[in-house]
């Protein structure tokens, strides 16, 4: 064990015990089970099996449905026995917050009931209680009496528990001795837990949600690392980002915070919370888990066929199918805490400066000023005068080409070394060579030079890497760290280790190539890789690529209607990833943060249209943070860290909140949006949009 899996440097699956949910088993290497929850009232009986169908036939293998009182929990049994009699089996999970109650009665009817720690009992008041030991341990008993039935129904009913801790929904308990903090979300599972296992019931399953994929992903590490600690095993893990929006945000959002735990072979179970409808959550569910097939890391199938010899980015890499990663014992960073990695800058790269987004138009052939309308650069004819973007790329790749055009004052170009030679603008030119390359090459920039260093694309021993001291903080170099290794983010990331090992403080930009097909695909495999770096605090830069089978490829699907990018080019649609994932992390922000609940049924409004249209007269409104949640029975708790709330609070009401107070109350909703606006006027967070 590597202090929260089983290799740092390896892909390698967690086990964790075996928990039975009806037919299905979970945990102990047994498939990842993807899984979602209806959005439908629990009362509509027909409403909800159909809903629960939509999901079951998209490949859910659970599906959860809210009880939030005793009569949506006895109303489960008709939702049970109309889909057995239309032949559906599928494990179902009652979602329980506040009641008790609810949860006995559900436990007796279905395969599974989550319970979250933070409200089973304890009703939530938001006060700060010094609490002394004797205090805090009488609160555990407390507990105890409550839960433990609960505990003997389930083990008598064979019915399995997700205690699913919601980094927005702590008890005041727990906040008041911990504080809303990864251990915090640790501590307050682990009082259920040891509860449950004193009355020797082990069918438990965990999570840690949160929206902030940096609080979700330690509190995942801490727990596991206290689990081994405590129990010296580790009961499976449901992987989840609560409330990440909807669209390409909310696909980045959960990809980042699920697929870096993936990737260390954490996670038993997962689910994509989109505000969408949930049989959508599927298919992102899937091309999430299916990078983990056979268990082992797999390159997809277009990668296999492609040409040995094909140029990619910068150089003539080839695809390599080693797993082969140098192992390390000594591990510099604390996985645990999120620290940036300490550099030095070059020009406007590394040190206290956001990462950077260098775009890769070196498949364009002559490429235009036209060409800059993907990557946040519009030139305007009429006035001479080129408009940029919150998310404009702060430099573009363009391999062999020198461009044409008097480029955007804050955009600048790399090269190739030979190219940058003839290139007449030195302060916008920037070379870029291949790692001893660069030792070798007879003209430098004296200000900017990029290097790239292929991480163990074969098995290549640490030692192998002797140009990285002659390149040692050299103040001109940027490293550009890539890896075709099928553990290409491991590569990369003990390349990071081995850089702090020897002292090496220069900036580092992330490459990140892509074989996949779909847009979605692409997107999952972007976010996953660069996620699970950039949310270490690992990398000053960020670019993405494709090969050319998979550029290709995109082309194709685009062409045919068949993606969600078939309004945007392929360069365009790689551009908004690349600050999506930088937003998702909180490593740099660009744009207005929507954290909407995904709905269920306590839902008082339809939360599409209403995050839509809020969306819509919003979101340039860059860094600040709005919640859309739909009760109020949750929403002002679990809506975290957001800046402002709207929340459902009755039927055709709507209760506004700046942070954690009310400011409107029920507030009648065909206003509530202007309400809204007002209110980020009041807050002096409110700019007029440019038109
Ligand atoms: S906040 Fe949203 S998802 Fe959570 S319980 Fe309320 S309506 Fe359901």
């Not at 949930?278 to 091309?287: A, F, G, M, N, T």
């Not at 001291?469 to 553990?487: E, G, M, R, W």
């Not at 709507?654 to 009041?682: F, P």
């Amino acid at each position: 064990m590597q202090l929260y899996c089983n290799s740092l440097t390896q892909y390698s699956r967690l086990l964790t015990k075996e928990v039975k949910v009806g037919d299905i088993l979970l945990g102990n290497m047994h498939p990842i089970r993807v899984q979602t929850m209806t959005t439908t009232d629990t009362m509509d009986t027909i409403a909800t099996v159909e809903q629960t169908i939509r999901c079951i036939e998209a490949g859910a293998e659970l599906v959860r449905i809210t009880a939030p009182s005793k009569k949506e929990a006895e109303n489960l049994l008709n939702i049970k026995n109309e889909l057995k009699k239309r032949g559906y089996t599928t494990p179902l999970v009652a979602d329980i917050h506040f009641t008790p109650n609810a949860a006995e009665i559900a436990a007796r009817i279905i395969e599974k009931v989550r319970v979250n720690p933070g409200n089973y009992v304890d009703k939530k008041k938001f006060e700060f209680i010094e609490y002394t030991d004797a205090d805090y341990k009488e609160e555990i008993e407390r507990i105890r009496d409550r839960f433990t039935p609960l505990v003997k129904i389930c083990k008598e009913y064979g019915t399995a528990m997700r205690i699913g801790t919601n980094h927005g929904s702590l008890s005041d308990r727990i906040m008041s001795r911990y504080g809303d903090t990864p251990m915090g979300m640790v501590e307050s599972a682990m009082e259920f837990l040891r509860i449950a296992r004193s009355e020797s019931y082990h069918n438990i399953v965990l999570s840690m949600k949160s929206s902030n994929p940096q609080v979700m992903v330690q509190a995942y590490r801490l727990l596991i690392h206290q689990m081994m600690e405590e129990f010296k095993e580790c009961y499976p893990l449901h992987l989840g980002v609560t409330e990440a929006g909807d669209g390409e945000d909310g696909r980045v959002k959960s990809a980042a915070g699920i697929g870096t735990l993936l990737e260390d072979g954490i996670g038993d179970t997962i689910r994509v919370s989109l505000t969408e409808d949930p049989e959508l959550e599927i298919p992102v569910c899937k091309d999430l888990v299916k990078r983990y097939e056979n268990s082992s890391k797999m390159l997809v199938e277009s990668s296999k066929t492609e040409s040995k010899s094909e140029e990619r980015h910068y150089s003539s890499h080839t695809i390599h199918q080693t797993s082969y990663v140098p192992s390390i014992s000594k591990i510099p960073y604390d996985p645990f805490v999120y620290k940036r990695r300490e550099t030095f800058a070059v020009d406007n790269i590394g040190h206290e400066h956001v990462p950077v987004v260098i775009a890769d138009l070196s498949k364009i052939e002559n490429i235009s000023e036209k060409d800059l309308q993907s990557i946040g650069y519009t030139y305007n004819t009429q006035i001479d005068k080129w408009s940029i973007s919150d998310t404009a790329a702060d430099y573009v790749f363009t391999g062999n080409q020198i461009l044409p055009f008097a480029l955007p004052g804050t955009l600048k170009v790399v090269v190739y070394g030979a190219e940058w030679k003839i290139a007449a603008d030195e302060e916008k030119y920037f070379p870029i060579y291949q790692d001893s390359g660069y030792l070798q090459a007879e003209t430098k920039s004296d200000h900017l030079n990029f290097v790239m260093i292929d991480c163990f694309n074969d098995e290549t021993s640490i030692n192998d890497f002797t140009h990285l001291d002659a390149l040692a903080n050299d103040p001109t170099v940027v490293l550009c760290l890539s890896s075709t290794n099928k553990n290409a983010m491991q590569s990369i990331r003990r390349m990071f280790m081995e850089l702090s090992l020897r002292n090496i403080k220069n900036p580092v930009i992330i490459i990140c190539d892509s074989y996949w097909q779909t847009a979605d695909e692409h997107l999952i495999h972007y976010s996953t890789e660069c996620g699970a770096l950039l949310l270490d605090g690992f990398g000053n830069g960020i670019c993405l690529g494709m090969n050319s089978a998979a550029y290709n490829s995109m082309a194709d699907i685009n062409a045919s209607g068949r993606n969600y990018t078939s309004n945007q080019t392929t360069e365009q649609f790689i551009n908004s990833t690349a600050f999506s994932i930088l937003q998702a992390t909180r490593t740099r922000i660009s744009k207005t943060e929507y954290i909407s609940c995904p709905s269920c049924g306590r839902t008082l409004f339809d939360l599409q249209e209403t995050t839509a249209k809020i969306r819509a007269v919003t979101n340039h409104l860059k860094g600040v943070k709005i919640a859309i949640m739909g009760c109020i029975v949750n929403g002002p708790g679990e809506m975290a860290d957001a800046d402002f709330g709207y929340v459902g609070s009755g039927v055709g009401k709507i209760t506004l909140y700046r942070g954690k107070e009310v400011v409107k109350r029920n507030v009648d909703s065909d206003i509530a949006v202007s309400e809204l606006i007002s209110l980020l006027k009041e807050s002096e967070v409110w700019v007029e949009p440019s038109i």
